[in-house]
């Protein structure tokens, strides 16, 4: 039972286009929501996170959306540049819980220029 | 710096072998954890470690096994290793203060023929 789920799969935008990637979860317990980048051959590395009490969080370029309601979120990417093309994790975590992430299955994003 | 590192960084390992992969990190951090890398599953969680000498069942621990002889140290054991186990294997870690940011290592590519 996949817990986090993203779409797309895959995407491709053009360069300076916003790309925008989509996650939803299941557990309402869930209240810290990180979203990892990772390019071919490495490790995925945190780019920017949330948590629940925020429905906006801003860094730069990237930007994240929360819906608590609907148990959705997204990463809006802005001015994408062809240097933003890697894997992006959605990830949560029940921060009263366990130390775990439950990590999604990744939308692979490609910035032609 | 601080850094995750993991060896072998690849390995061709035959069915029914023992495979051992290596995980050292010089970030001080108490907690460690193993993850598996499959396309279109994203990351999943096998095993993880809040101190040494402990270990925990992940998420998908069925055929690893998992061993933290020192805080730095931790390794994941398959000791007979299938052609299902054929993935790349993250190691990461993260610290007690701040659980919420995982630290990640290059991987390892496992061929189990």
């Known amino acids: 039972q996949q817990q986090v789920r993203q779409s797309p799969q895959s995407l491709t935008v053009w360069e300076g286009e916003t790309a925008i990637l989509n996650c939803s979860y299941e557990?309402?317990?869930?209240?810290?929501f990180p979203w990892y980048q990772q390019f071919p051959g490495e490790g995925p590395a945190l780019l920017i996170a949330?948590?629940?009490?925020?429905d906006k969080k801003e860094d730069g370029r990237f930007t994240i959306f929360f819906n608590k309601r609907e148990k959705k979120l997204s990463l809006h990417i802005t001015d994408s540049q062809p240097g933003d093309s890697a894997t992006y994790f959605c990830?949560?975590?029940?921060?009263?819980?366990?130390?775990?992430?439950?990590f999604g299955e990744g939308t692979k994003l490609t910035v032609s220029s | 710096e601080a850094a995750v590192t993991q060896s072998p960084r690849s390995k061709v390992a035959v069915t029914g072998g023992k495979v051992t992969l290596s995980c050292h990190q010089t970030?001080?951090?108490?907690?460690m954890y193993w993850y598996r890398q499959d396309t279109g599953h994203g990351l999943r969680l096998i095993h993880y470690?809040?101190?040494?000498?402990?270990?925990e069942k992940g998420d998908i621990p069925d055929g690893y096994k998992a061993s933290r002889p020192s805080q730095e140290n931790f390794s994941l054991i398959l000791e007979l290793a299938s052609l299902s186990q054929t993935a790349v294997y993250f190691c990461?870690?993260?610290?007690?203060?701040?659980?919420?940011?995982?630290?990640f290592g290059p991987g390892t590519r496992l061929l189990v023929l």
């Open positions: 990461a870690s993260s610290d007690r203060g701040n659980q919420d940011t995982q630290y």
């Open positions: 557990n309402s317990a869930f209240d810290y």
């Open positions: 949330i948590r629940s009490v925020s």
């Open positions: 990830a949560a975590m029940n921060q009263g819980g366990s130390a775990k992430l439950i």
């Open positions: 970030n001080n951090h108490d907690y």
């Open positions: 470690s809040y101190v040494a000498d402990s270990t």
